[in-house]
């Protein structure tokens, strides 16, 4: 039985993976969950993502948007936050959540902490690309090479993928305030990452084991991409903080969520014979399923969908 | 803040360089470094990426050295992405200077919050100083200047007496350990660690522990209520069999 899940953030350095990480876990905490699945984050986690939090909203906070950023810290290496999930208050699984520094997606061979990527990547059922939404839509190709590196995540996956073994890959777009206003500059973030990501598309839909979801999330609501500015043969993408708006983050928790849907699913899939005779016995097997497919039902349909599909379906019967 | 010179053999800093790509990474590496290594597995076990408020230390003895390392010192440099940069300063010591270096450690441990600010600028100087010459090919600095003990912990508070020993990271326990390292007689055989660090599992506490004889570690974890001795290496089949 899978009883113990992790999953992966990678994506490179400053597109905003931890930052991603704090506001979804707080989003997270906050969803009232009738379905009976509760996540809870273990003492140490909680105080770590809180306290990030806590200081993205001091920032925030300030009336304008300037580079204040200093508060707030890079990953150095691989951090592990460990979760548990719940059913109706009873342990379920592990999930183990790592953040890495995002160097290390280009790190070369020999590497500890890249040997380490690679096996945290070959654990992990779920592995989140977070992708700067602002260098999709405006940035060239060094930029895009610089900030996102669409090529050297498919190096990565490759090898991943083929092993046979059931993957979610989620896409989760930040920095993409700017385009989420209407369908039209939607379809245009869209259209940018699967031009851009192209080659790992084509990866995913190749195979019967993936699949794939495009998620562009609010991180903050209120800061918006203005222009690239130019410094020498460096390029800057400046960013301002909107007076008029609210930190308020959207569509956040929407990774989270099909994360633990489909960790569930891989879950109730594995049990052993013994352990779903009993749940048959006291009749917990259809409780579960109706909670399950209640949880899922709180992810949002308007996301596109690559690969097979049926592997985050999830029906009552 | 009282200083004493010390004569220094080696000296490493782990940071950043503001441009994409320019990641964190140790880039200085200077002098004639014995106990680098450990001290490098100990940094990724136990002190990077941890939060919590608490000074970021540790100390290694080994054989005829000492090694020391203070992490999360705040640069006044910034990434790409406007984060602050933040420096980790290792420097390593003949044994002689055994007891300036666990006085500092005691020091860290010891003073006010107000005070640390001082002694983390004191000694991020000198990392921004070998950082500013990395590309030298030695070391350029002869001596460094370490703070000495200037007040004295509480000896009313129960001893600490370890083998492998993790402890919650509070006052009182910051001021027991201060106690135990102002006053540490080394056996010259055995091999001695001591970490102050954030919020960091009893397991990887357990796997720094495992890397030498004897350990005394402060953390925040939750995990940790007051303190957990934490379990000595197994014996090999050999010595079960004799009996010691």
């Keep these: ?317 | 803040m009282i200083t004493k010179p010390v004569v220094l053999v080696g000296a490493a800093v782990h940071t950043r360089n503001s441009e994409p790509g320019q990641d964190y990474d140790w880039y200085v590496k200077a002098g004639d470094m014995q106990l680098f290594e450990s001290m490098e597995e100990v940094y990724r076990l136990a002190l990077r990426d941890v939060g919590g408020d608490v000074p970021r230390l540790a100390v290694i003895i080994r054989g005829q050295r000492v090694g020391f390392l203070v992490g999360d010192l705040p640069s006044k440099r910034q990434d790409h992405s406007h984060r602050l940069i933040y420096d980790t300063l290792y420097f390593e010591f003949d044994s002689q200077y055994q007891r300036s270096v666990l006085h500092t450690a005691a020091v860290l441990l010891l003073c006010s919050k107000k005070t640390y600010k001082i002694h983390e600028q004191h000694f991020t100087d000198y990392a921004e100083q070998l950082f500013y010459n990395s590309h030298a090919t030695h070391l350029i600095l002869e001596t460094v200047k370490l703070p000495i003990v200037d007040k004295q912990p509480d000896f009313s508070l129960t001893p600490i007496n370890p083998e492998k020993l993790v402890l919650f990271s509070n006052q009182v326990n910051q001021n027991r350990c201060a106690r135990y390292l102002i006053h540490f007689a080394h056996q010259e055989e055995s091999c001695f660690s001591f970490v102050s660090t954030g919020r960091v599992s009893i397991d990887k506490c357990q796997q720094v522990a495992d890397k030498t004889e004897k350990c005394v570690l402060l953390t925040l974890s939750a995990e940790v209520q007051t303190e957990v001795q934490l379990k000595k290496a197994p014996k090999s089949r050999l010595r079960r069999i004799i009996g010691f």
Aim: proline fraction near 3%; charged fraction near 25%; hydrophobic fraction near 40%.
């Design chain 1, 1 to 317: 039985m899978l009883n113990r899940f992790v999953m992966i953030m990678v994506g490179l350095d400053g597109v905003g993976k931890t930052t991603l990480l704090s506001t979804m876990y707080h989003e997270l905490s906050r969803i009232d969950n009738p379905a009976g699945f509760e996540v809870a984050a273990s003492e140490d986690t909680h105080r770590d993502l809180h306290d990030a939090y806590k200081k993205l909203s001091t920032i925030l906070a300030q009336p304008t948007f300037t580079p204040t950023w200093p508060l707030l810290k890079g990953t150095a290496g691989i951090v592990e936050r460990q979760f548990e999930i719940l059913f109706k208050g009873k342990k379920e699984l592990e999930l183990v959540l790592c953040d890495i520094a995002g160097g290390l997606v280009r790190a070369k061979e020999g590497n500890p902490d890249f040997d380490e990527l690679k096996n945290k990547l070959e654990e992990a059922i779920v592995i989140m690309n977070v992708i700067d939404g602002s260098v999709l839509v405006e940035g060239d190709e060094l930029l895009s090479i610089q900030k996102n590196d669409p090529a050297q995540i498919y190096k990565l996956l490759l090898p991943i993928l083929r092993q046979g073994k059931n993957y979610l890959i989620l896409f989760v777009i930040t920095k993409c305030e700017a385009w989420l206003k209407n369908e039209k500059t939607r379809k245009q973030l869209e259209t940018a990452f699967e031009t851009q990501y192209e080659m790992i598309l084509k990866l995913i839909e190749g195979l019967d084991n993936v699949v794939g979801v495009l998620i562009p999330v609010k991180t903050m609501g209120c800061v918006e991409f203005t222009r690239i500015d130019s410094k020498g043969e460096e390029k800057e993408v400046i960013f301002v903080r909107k007076p008029n708006l609210r930190f308020k983050p959207v569509d956040i928790e929407q990774p989270q969520r099909y994360a633990l849907a489909f960790a569930l699913v891989q879950h109730n899939q594995h049990r052993s014979q013994w352990n779903k005779f009993m749940r048959w016995f006291w009749n917990e097997d259809v409780a579960f399923q109706k909670a399950l497919t209640e949880f899922a039902e709180g992810r949002s349909r308007s996301f596109k969908i690559y690969g097979n599909l049926s592997l985050i379906e999830v029906t009552e019967s």
